[in-house]
């Protein structure tokens, strides 16, 4: 809907992020909400792709939210800002990262399944960031909706600073009744929603049934509000209750102190309750100058450098008169608009048409046009003041992270921390043309999702690719050919195996040959020394008297090194060994560099005949959080993949299980476990150690191994 749009002040401004897990309704409730404001003419789906927030074509595609996305509406004289967050375990660095631009989150909880895995990850995301959490209960309408068992797990898992502001009026016998409107436990009026999906209330009366109850939760309200302040609780002594002005200031401040954890009652979907969810955020939610001084870091004198731990504090004040610094929180690539940098206005006033310094970079960028985002569409704004997020295209040199500004104020907001990416896969072009794209269009998805690396395995000589989990690969992947019409093959990358030697073993190596004119000859005899796990190659010159001349030296340990390269078991290179080259004999004519240099090979092949030579695997450091339920089957999968459980860790019902496992067990684990938790857990995996492998796999590797060269043999 085309609408001119305003300039907000600080104070007016409220910038919220809905987080919680799949399927609870983010998108729909936004799409809801944004009706309700008249920003939208119909109630956006997510089924037929029509929602504001869920514009990817890969959201659309699996309907369902991968990506951060904004949308925002404007609310008796306040402008609301929405971040949409996804709900999979796999993209909970998507929300996680969401955090930081907003001043309150909006954890929304599907009435039907209640508090779930991400639920309580999302929660403790909150925490994190200090910030003030609204609890909506959502799909009110769904079937199997229980109202008082939801609430009775919130407080379970959140304390009894959970409570209630509403109450859902539920009309209808049996099983399924029809979720028709709210109570407002601080005004005690009731509001009734027709089933027209316009998301307008009708004030009414409070219906009898619920006169009782709804009573109850009120005093139940005014007691936690009071219970933070001593005049308060002097007020609810002498006079029995809190006046509805006091209550609302109260209650405005114990949101914003984390001392109560407001719940709302919602159907997205059926567009019930979304114009008081408007109201209650206009009225309760903080805005950005209500926030304590944003935390950064000094200048510092290296260009490209963020400054470590070290740099001094400062602290910047969300206040239009504070010189000029924005943060980038999320970048988007778009084959029209190009690159799109989406930033938060943490202090002064950004305008259109003025040149500010990337302080990272330390390169100028002009603001040709800032823009709001609804979604995808961006529509041009004039100036956005401190507290207000923004977007604009073209920059050149800035990337999610970087901080820009005033010259002369350089300051430095800490960006949000990405852990490393859980699963990897090889990629490989499926034509020429593909291979020219690829490069270019990988890191242009970069940009935007900081879990994505792409890179060359210098062991296997693959192109690998990493993200978060299978999906999140198989995503990018389709974005790939959709966006830049670049077709590539995914398959499992190769375990890097190692070989290593277990004995010492001597041997000569003689390489004689007699050709017309000068010939070539070189003689070696070298010692191998198995070293610890870890310990590397090593060379040892123990030549004395002259037996090869030292030029001739680096070319033995050159040979040594190209036929370690090419293991001895399975093809693996060798790793962790000592050779010692101490004996050999030269020729004045025929001894030269390439001669030494095939003897130290011919030495190497014919010690590794004793050396009792192994195969090594990487070992990977796990850790699995999943519901607590889940526990014995993830164990007992563990098991079967020749993990070793390493610690546990339980809280909030969720397990966290640490562990060793073979990469080789791993490189599908993402698909299984998915399956194994129902989609509620999450894994993270790094690179631990090299271990031997045991003799019934290694076989199996070394069988393997053969069977490729021969294969390669014969094409």
Known sequence: MNRSLKTYQGQDIRNVALVGHAHCGKTTLISALLQAAKMTERLGRVDDGSAVTAYDEEDVARRTTMQNALAFAEWRNVKINFVDTPGFPMFVHEARAALLPVEAALVVVNAACGVEAMTRRVWRFGEEFNLPRMIVV?????????????????????????????????????????FRGVVDLVTMQAFVYEPDGSGCGRLSEIPVRLREEATLAHQALVELVAEGKDELMEEYFREGTIPEEHLIVALHEAIREDRIFPVLFASGLRNVGSDHLLDFLQVYAPSPVERVPVAARGAVESV?????????????????????????????????????????????????DVTVTNYTHRSAERLAHLTVMQGRTASPIGELHAGDV??????????????????????????????????TYAIEPKTRADEEKLAPAVHKLMEEDLMVRFYRDAATHEFLLAGAGQPHIESIVHRLRRRYHTEVTLKAPKVPYRETIRASASAQGR??????????????????????????????????????PRTFIPAVEKGIQEAAARGWLAGFPMVDFRAVLYDGSYHDVDSNELSFRLAGRLAFRNCMEQTRPVLLEPLMRVE??????????????????????????????TTLIRAEVPMAEMLTYGATLTSLTQGMGSFHMEMARYDVVPPASADKVIASAHKHVHADDES
């Not at 304390?159 to 209630?164: A, E, F, K, Y």
């Open 138 to 178: 959502n799909q009110m309408d769904h079937p199997r909706a229980d109202c008082e068992r939801t609430l009775n797990a919130l407080r379970e898992g959140f304390g009894r600073q959970v409570v209630p502001v509403q109450l859902p009026i539920l009309e209808g016998n049996g099983q399924n009744p029809s």
């Open 304 to 352: 490209g450098v963020r400054p470590d731990s070290e740099a001094e504090m400062v602290l910047r004040k969300v206040d239009d008169r504070e010189p000029l610094s924005l943060y980038v929180f999320k970048t988007m690539s778009d084959p029209f608009a190009g690159r799109i940098s989406f930033f938060k206005v943490f202090s002064g006033v950004a305008k259109s």
């Open 390 to 423: 923004g977007a604009v295209a073209k920059l050149r040199e800035t990337f999610t992270g970087d901080t820009l500004g005033d010259a002369g104020h350089e300051i430095y907001f800490d960006p949000v921390t990405m852990p490393e990416p859980a699963v």
């Open 511 to 548: 390489h004689k040959k007699q050709s017309g004119g000068h010939g070539q000859y070189g003689d070696c005899w070298i010692r191998l020394e198995p070293l610890p796990l870890g310990g590397g190659f090593q060379f040892v010159n123990e030549i004395f008297g002259g037996a090869i």
């Open 624 to 653: 699995i959080e999943a519901p607590e339920g889940c526990t014995g089957v993830l164990m007992g999968d563990l098991t079967g993949r020749r993990g070793r459980v390493q610690g546990m860790g339980s809280g909030r019902g």
